[in-house]
């Protein structure tokens, strides 16, 4: 750590207290227990933090309701105005930011930094929209009347985030819902709570700096018991959760139960299809960065190649021998590819997902395992392994999130490709790899891919900000970041108007007084 400048990016992100009682950020109301904070990429523990009780739960949300009286007011482009600072304050700090995202998550240095670059863009991309947040006009079938809809602030967003991206999930959804003139509370994952702090320091100087209440963004810290506070708190009208299925499910019923919104962001189960005209090595790149980038724990990671059986081969030595050049080691090291998981539990599900496969009946043909020895001390950096498997398989059905990859063979045509790519419960990204024009059509057609995500030759993983980005079934069907995605963060009004000194009903319907 000492040798990356962990500790003067920690000053600079005013993380203070470090391995000492608590860090509690510029939130000033956590009371409750103490969680640690470790890193995944030597093991050393960085700081404790205090999580949020029930009781700074109540004045957290209280500082919350009374700042969005306030925030909402505030005519958008000058909400934008805001944002537009935020941006810059990143743009400031993105190398510390992107070393504490590499160091307490274990994405590479270059990964971390491009955490960083999609808050600084959807920053820009929300500046611009909050001149524009429009409703249309319609024409009145009544004399004399104008109708049209308008977007109104929504109140408080609860943001639940994964550990994977530990920064960049919060800032989609602030940067869109601050325009909005909502205001937020975050829950990051318990596992990258330093992260969630170093930001909320960001936001709350730049609220300082104009005199605006810190409560516009709010943080609360913990596990899930402090994620269940906002799903069942009627006060929130949104939720947005990132993370698993199985969490999803959980907090969909929650929300569902008060009828409240949610913005659902979970598990993927992505794939390539390689098909006989495509380009081998684009898709030797593409298919081993989206399946060993951020150690396979993206939600857009590379899960499944499908592949022609008339290139099968040539496609499994490509990307085998690709695999045999991949530098795994400490993440803020740029030598390295492969950086740790998260932490035991994760190299456990690995382990896992390896035995599972051939248990199933499949073959490891790239051998994984945990290393050891010097500079693997965490006891988190594993091989990345390679499968040939069968989409059936219950563990290939299954999200394993780590760097395990299953080769699948399909025959015949690409609707076969199709139905194995589609066959799984996941609708996030999906790729196909391909020079010829009409499967690639096929592909995006409406029998085509059934994903949130379907690219043609790129990989699954790697998103820009202009699109709307979420996935179908059991993914949630939540969108976020660029396209339309801001308007769920707020409440949509039909406006009647009638200039005239007449009261005709719609419908022609009479009522005489
Ligand atoms: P997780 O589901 O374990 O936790 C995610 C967050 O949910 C954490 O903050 C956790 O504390 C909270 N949480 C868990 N149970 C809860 C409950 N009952 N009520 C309220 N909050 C609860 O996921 P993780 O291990 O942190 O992240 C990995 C998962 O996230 C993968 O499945 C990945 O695909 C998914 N993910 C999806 C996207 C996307 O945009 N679709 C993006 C990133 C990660």
């Not at 059986?309 to 030595?317: N, P």
């Not at 699954?460 to 995605?485: L, P, V």
Request: with cysteine.
């Amino acid at each position: 750590a000492k040798e990356f400048g962990i500790q003067e990016a920690l000053t600079a992100l005013g993380i203070k207290d470090i391995n000492q009682g608590t860090s509690t950020g510029s939130n000033s109301f956590s009371s409750g227990e103490v969680i640690e904070s470790f890193s995944p990429v030597d093991g050393a523990l960085i700081a404790k933090v205090k999580t949020t009780s029930k009781a700074d739960y109540e004045k957290v949300m209280e500082t919350a309701t009374t700042a969005f009286k306030e925030w909402r007011t505030k005519p958008a482009p000058l909400r934008g105005e805001i944002v537009r600072q935020f941006g810059d304050k990143l743009r400031e700090l993105k190398e510390p930011l992107g070393k504490l995202v590499s160091y307490e998550m274990g994405k590479s240095y270059q990964e971390g930094l491009g955490e960083v670059q999609e808050m600084i863009d959807i920053c820009d991309f929300a500046v611009g929209l909050s001149r524009q947040l429009h409703g249309l006009t319609m024409h009145s079938e009544r004399p004399g009347h104008r109708m049209y809809e308008q977007y109104h602030p929504l109140g408080t967003v609860g943001i639940i985030s994964a550990f994977n991206f530990p920064v960049a999930v919060w800032a989609w959804n602030t940067a869109l819902a601050w325009i909005c003139g909502d205001v937020c509370i975050w829950k990051p994952s318990e596992k990258t709570p330093l992260c969630g702090i170093a930001c909320q320091n960001i936001a709350a100087a730049v609220f300082k700096e104009n005199n605006l209440p810190e409560g516009i963004s709010c943080l609360i810290n913990g596990d899930y018991k402090v994620g269940e506070l906002m799903t069942n708190d009627g006060r929130v009208p949104l939720i947005s959760a990132t993370g698993s299925i199985r969490m999803g499910k959980i907090v969909a019923q929650a929300v569902a139960a008060r009828l409240g919104k949610s913005l659902l962001e979970l598990g993927g189960n992505n794939a390539i299809i390689v098909t006989p005209d495509a380009d081998i090595k684009m898709t030797v790149i593409g298919a081993v960065f989206g399946a060993v980038g951020t150690a396979g724990q993206r939600c857009t990671s590379t899960r499944r190649l499908i592949i022609h059986e008339s290139i099968y081969d040539k496609v499994k030595e490509a990307v085998t021998t690709a695999y045999k050049q991949l530098r795994i080691g400490n993440p803020l090291d740029e030598k390295n590819h492969v950086g740790p998981l998260i932490d035991t539990d994760a190299v456990k599900n690995y382990h896992h997902a390896l035995k599972k496969v051939v248990e199933e009946g499949g073959k490891i043909i790239v051998d994984g395992g945990v290393l050891e020895g010097e500079g693997y001390e965490s006891g988190c950096y594993v091989k990345p392994a390679i499968a040939e498997a069968q989409n059936s398989y219950k563990i290939v059905q299954h999200e394993t999130f780590g760097p395990v990859l299953y080769l699948l063979k399909y025959s015949g045509d690409l609707e076969n490709a199709i139905a194995i790519q589609n066959g799984v419960v996941q609708g996030l990204s999906s790729a196909i790899m391909t020079n010829n024009l009409r499967e690639a059509e096929h592909f995006l057609s409406t029998y085509g891919s059934d994903c949130g995500i379907a690219n043609v030759n790129i990989g699954t993983s790697g998103a820009e900000i202009g699109g709307a980005f979420g996935g179908e079934k059991e993914t949630g069907g939540g969108r976020e970041s660029g396209s339309d995605a801001w308007k769920i963060y707020m409440r949509r009004q039909t406006n009647t108007i009638n200039y005239t000194t007449e009261l005709p009903l719609a419908q022609g319907i009479k009522f005489d007084l």
